[in-house]
């Protein structure tokens, strides 16, 4: 299943959630990419097939350094310093695939944040209410908040958490929210997309807190 970047409203709260996180993994990727063939050297060719034949030769180099910059270190404005904290893509992209195997699964566990923020956005709005979807969210969003695993107070879940053939019940205590590659667990990365999905087509009234 493709799922369009215009599935999401644009005037809903799920949306700049939604491409946050797509682009999150779409720059895992990348970085993966970068640790194994490096960064992509840019030539004045590249520059000049996206500009009209007359363009000058410093337009063309003005070009050339501004996309240098954005392939170039990632620099971080930082208050507490008053100056910028400067992360070396390469090193990082080193890091990563030299340590994937322990580094992964962390950021697949992190993906429970796509599902916090989600479940905080929509807190105590007047569309929401204790139907099975919403439930769903807020058990995963409590999972994702317990170190990766599923965890109900006493009494929990009190009310029916449903998505699908999915069922949130007393027996997924302690288990993981996320298949990681070494643990199974309930969802895997698209299932957040697909969910949020389901419940804003679910509840057609749901409205940004600008609106």
């Known amino acids: 299943?493709?799922?369009?970047?215009?599935?999401?409203?644009?005037?809903?709260?799920?949306?700049?959630?939604?491409?946050?996180?797509?682009?999150?993994?779409?720059?895992l990727k990348?970085?993966?990419?970068?640790?194994?063939?490096?960064?992509?050297?840019?030539?004045?060719?590249?520059?000049?097939?996206?500009?009209?034949?007359?363009?000058?030769?410093?337009?063309i180099s003005e070009a050339i350094n501004g996309i240098e910059q954005?392939?170039?270190?990632?620099?971080?404005?930082?208050?507490?310093?008053?100056?910028?904290?400067?992360?070396?893509?390469d090193e990082f992209a080193r890091e990563l695939v030299q340590n994937h195997a322990y580094l992964l699964p962390y950021y697949i566990r992190a993906?429970?944040?796509?599902?916090?923020?989600?479940?905080?956005?929509?807190?105590?709005?007047?569309?929401?209410?204790?139907?099975?979807?919403?439930?769903?969210l807020r058990h995963c969003r409590n999972g994702a908040t317990h170190n990766g695993l599923f965890h109900f107070c006493k009494g929990e879940p009190s009310r029916a958490a449903e998505w699908g053939t999915f069922k949130i019940e007393v027996s997924l205590q302690g288990s993981p929210l996320f298949n990681d590659g070494t643990k199974k667990g309930l969802?895997?990365?698209g299932d957040p997309i697909r969910l949020l999905w389901d419940i804003e087509k679910t509840y057609p009234h749901i409205i940004s807190e600008s609106a």
């Open 187 to 189: 969802l895997s990365l």
């Open 70 to 89: 954005l392939i170039g270190p990632l620099k971080l404005r930082s208050e507490f310093t008053g100056s910028h904290i400067s992360v070396d893509a």
């Open 1 to 27: 299943m493709t799922m369009p970047i215009n599935s999401f409203d644009r005037g809903k709260p799920f949306y700049p959630l939604i491409m946050s996180y797509i682009i999150q993994l779409l720059g």
């Open 111 to 136: 993906a429970g944040s796509l599902l916090v923020l989600a479940h905080e956005i929509t807190k105590n709005q007047p569309y929401r209410d204790k139907g099975p979807l919403w439930e769903f």
């Open 30 to 59: 990348e970085i993966l990419v970068r640790g194994v063939i490096g960064a992509r050297k840019i030539m004045s060719e590249d520059v000049a097939e996206t500009k009209p034949p007359n363009t000058l030769d410093e337009q």
